[in-house]
């Protein structure tokens, strides 16, 4: 089994922790959005939206998040002799669902300092376009996602989108804060795929330093978040990245990429 991932990709992070959690072995390619790894030729023939993460097994190969975790959930039930009793209720699957449904792309963007954003959004331009003129049969796909990139641009500027995307976050921790008044994780006191979607959305939150905000208010969801932070599926898939010292190493270290590619016009 392979995964290609990248640490800043949420919803790698989701799948990770989803393997971690079932203990299953798999193979680790990492490929990194911000320096445009997602744009080779190679990975982009597989799959030309670009997104991540991709699992494969044999020749069956996922690209949704959601599918992805129901999948690796039934592997660890057959490899345990398990059926589907054991599989996750109906309201694991509800919570799963729920948090999916909110896209993190602008909310994210909108927080990162327009000095780096803009710097990052330009260098994958020109590698789009330098991976188009390599691969002129892949032209139209790689179109797409220049004009993708674009519009991506736009709709920053507008405040009505960055609102929704704000108000439909503050539904889910306002949900969740609900539920944690109640039990020791989202769905009961077992921690469930509901909780492995969960995290890294918390995650996020603290690495654009809108912890005190969004979690710190609400007093559950911030006890959780330090119990599931002890978890070693957190350390591994995520902390060993961003928890403390190392988010400036991890951040600092694409920037420096990405500056240097740019001043080399090496794309």
């Known amino acids: 089994m392979q995964l290609y991932h990248h640490p800043y990709s949420l919803d790698s992070q989701k799948v990770?922790?989803?393997l971690e959690e079932k203990n299953i072995d798999y193979t680790s390619f990492h490929v990194n959005p911000i320096t445009g790894k997602n744009f080779d030729s190679s990975f982009f023939r597989m799959n030309p939206s670009a997104k991540l993460p991709v699992f494969q097994n044999g020749s069956h190969?996922?690209?949704?998040?959601?599918?992805?975790?129901q999948y690796i959930e039934r592997i660890a039930m057959v490899s345990s002799g398990g059926n589907d009793s054991t599989l996750s209720s109906g309201e694991v699957v509800e919570w799963i669902y729920k948090i999916q449904q909110w896209n993190p792309k602008f909310f994210t963007l909108s927080h990162v300092p327009p000095k780096y954003r803009l710097s990052v959004t330009k260098f994958l331009r020109r590698v789009i376009i330098a991976r188009m003129a390599e691969c002129p049969e892949l032209a139209s796909a790689y179109h797409r996602k220049l004009k993708e990139a674009y519009e991506t641009e736009d709709k920053l500027k507008d405040p009505e989108i960055l609102r929704r995307s704000e108000e439909h976050l503050e539904r889910i921790l306002d949900?969740?804060?609900r539920k944690l008044s109640e039990t020791t994780y989202l769905v009961g006191e077992e921690f469930t795929l509901a909780d492995v979607v969960f995290i890294p959305l918390l995650s996020r939150l603290a690495l654009l330093n809108l912890e005190e905000k969004y979690i710190n208010t609400r007093l559950n969801v911030a006890e959780y978040w330090n119990v599931?932070?002890?978890?070693p599926s957190y350390r591994k898939v995520i902390g060993k990245y961003f928890h403390g010292w190392r988010r400036q190493k991890t951040l600092l270290k694409t920037w420096c990429f990405v500056r240097i590619r740019s001043l080399l016009k090496q794309y």
């Open 16 to 18: 990770r922790i989803a």
């Open 61 to 69: 190969i996922l690209y949704n998040t959601v599918e992805i975790i």
């Open 228 to 231: 599931v932070q002890e978890r």
């Open 175 to 177: 949900e969740a804060e």
